[in-house]
């Protein structure tokens, strides 16, 4: 008689690690793209004096260097686009575009423009991310989501479930896109905010000035600096109006409670 042989139990299966994806830390963003350029700006644009002294051109070249390469660093690295660090790069280029213009140009004539090339540059860059709002919109990962309507703050599976019992499937989409169009005109008006802040640091530059490169770098540190404010103030306080109106509006639609809306 042949003994059966009981199959030795099976290890436990290990479970596949999970890979977590690099988020990209927004203090970081800050750095490179505001506070660096900046303190380069204001700190290393002078000819002589200290050794980081740099002189006008150098200064500027380095203050645009550092968020460029950050910028395509992040392309090699992510290996995909991520639309505000495009919107950076692209921003970083027609800052060096309109500097390269203004310095090769020692015509007073010329340089009075600064304040009105530099404006419509400044408020072209709220006005595209704004416009990503809206062209996202309809497609599989809008852009609105990922700021206010997302899955870490809104527990979606059940406002879903209740929008579906009661119907309201269009409602919501007219909230959503509502909202969106309230998110779109935040950037508008850091778009005006940007474009006062140039002429306000650069309508004062005298063309004639023989360090006006020097000045001209000092004043777009300051824009640079305050621009971040022009945008982010907005942002912050609409965003805030925004996300209470949604809470309230898909109370009415769903029956549910805040607490039951919001993750807990």
Same mark, same amino acid.
């Given at each position: 008689?042949?003994?059966?042989?009981? &199959?030795?139990?099976?290890?436990?299966?290990?479970?596949?690690?999970?890979?977590?994806?690099?988020?990209?830390?927004?203090?970081?963003?800050?750095?490179?793209?505001?506070?660096? &350029?900046?303190?380069?700006?204001?700190?290393?644009?002078?000819?002589?004096?200290?050794? %980081?002294?740099?002189?006008?051109?150098?200064?500027?070249?380095?203050?645009?260097?550092?968020?460029?390469?950050?910028?395509? %660093?992040?392309?090699?690295?992510?290996?995909?686009?991520?639309?505000? $660090? /495009?919107?950076?790069?692209?921003?970083?280029?027609?800052?060096?575009?309109?500097?390269?213009?203004?310095?090769?140009?020692?015509?007073?004539?010329?340089?009075?423009?600064? &304040?009105?090339?530099?404006?419509?540059?400044?408020?072209?860059?709220?006005?595209?991310?704004?416009?990503?709002?809206?062209?996202?919109?309809?497609?599989?990962? &809008?852009?609105?989501?990922?700021?206010?309507?997302?899955?870490?703050?809104?527990?979606?599976?059940?406002?879903?479930?209740?929008? /579906?019992?009661?119907?309201?499937? $269009?409602?919501?989409?007219?909230?959503? %896109?509502?909202?969106?169009?309230?998110?779109?005109?935040?950037?508008?008006? $850091?778009?005006?905010?940007?474009?006062?802040?140039?002429?306000?640091?650069?309508?004062?530059?005298?063309?004639?000035?023989?360090? %006006?490169?020097?000045?001209?770098?000092?004043?777009?540190?300051?824009?640079?600096?305050?621009?971040?404010? /022009?945008?982010?103030?907005?942002?912050?306080?609409?965003?805030?109006?925004?996300?209470?109106?949604?809470?309230?509006?898909?109370?009415?639609?769903?029956?549910?409670?805040?607490?039951?809306?919001?993750?807990?």
């Amino acid at each position: 008689m042949s003994q059966e042989v009981s &199959p030795a139990p099976s290890a436990t299966p290990k479970t596949a690690p999970t890979v977590q994806k690099k988020q990209d830390n927004p203090l970081t963003d800050i750095i490179v793209n505001v506070i660096l &350029p900046v303190i380069i700006l204001e700190k290393c644009s002078m000819n002589e004096g200290k050794f %980081w002294h740099l002189g006008p051109y150098l200064a500027m070249g380095l203050a645009l260097a550092i968020p460029l390469a950050y910028g395509i %660093w992040h392309f090699l690295v992510r290996k995909k686009v991520n639309v505000f $660090s /495009a919107v950076g790069v692209g921003n970083v280029v027609l800052t060096g575009i309109i500097t390269i213009y203004l310095y090769s140009n020692a015509d007073p004539l010329v340089r009075a423009k600064a &304040p009105l090339l530099f404006g419509i540059k400044e408020a072209v860059q709220p006005l595209i991310l704004g416009s990503l709002f809206l062209i996202t919109h309809n497609r599989k990962s &809008p852009l609105f989501n990922a700021f206010i309507y997302n899955d870490g703050i809104f527990d979606h599976p059940r406002i879903n479930k209740a929008i /579906a019992a009661n119907g309201k499937q $269009s409602e919501l989409g007219r909230l959503l %896109w509502t909202s969106t169009l309230l998110f779109f005109g935040s950037f508008c008006l $850091s778009a005006v905010m940007n474009l006062g802040l140039a002429y306000w640091f650069l309508n004062d530059l005298d063309p004639a000035a023989t360090n %006006w490169e020097q000045l001209y770098n000092h004043q777009v540190g300051r824009i640079t600096k305050w621009g971040f404010a /022009a945008i982010g103030l907005p942002l912050l306080i609409i965003g805030g109006i925004i996300l209470a109106r949604m809470i309230k509006g898909l109370k009415s639609l769903t029956g549910l409670e805040t607490e039951k809306i919001l993750q807990a």
